[in-house]
Nanobody
Framework: QVQLVESGGGLVQAGGSLRLSCAAS?????MGWFRQAPGKEREFVAA????????YYRDSVKGRFTISRENAKNTVDLQMNSLKAEDTAVYYC???????????????WGQGTQVTVSS
């Protein structure tokens, strides 16, 4: 069983930055971030492999967001720069027991953290 706890959300102006962090208990492989805006379905944002060497992003965040992990601390971060109003959502950390950044078999989820970008 893996437990995930996110932190770092908040309110920021458009063009600003936020850093989300996810603390995991238990063994994890691929780690990902997802988000869900009001009235919309949850969508994939970014993923990182166990080694941290492989990453994968949705097109709309490429060049603005960076996912990273520190296995010694069992944490995964999402650095978000040049934030836009359309980035406003609840952001969720998730763990995929398979080591595949392109996979969709996320089994464990955090409770989410709100990110609000004001325009």
């Amino acid at each position: 069983q893996v437990q995930l706890v996110e932190s770092g959300g908040g309110l920021v102006q458009a063009g600003g930055s936020l850093r989300l962090s996810c603390a995991a208990s238990g063994r994890t492989f691929t780690m990902g971030w997802f988000r869900q805006a009001p009235g919309k379905e949850r969508e994939f944002v970014a993923a990182v492999s166990w080694s941290g060497d492989n990453t994968y992003y949705r097109d709309s965040v490429k060049g603005r967001f960076t996912i990273s992990r520190e296995n010694a601390k069992n944490t995964v971060d999402l650095q978000m720069n040049s934030l836009k109003a359309e980035d406003t959502a609840v952001y969720y950390c998730a763990a995929n027991p398979k080591n595949n950044v392109y996979g969709t078999e996320y089994k464990y989820w955090g409770q989410g953290t709100q990110v609000t970008v004001s325009s």
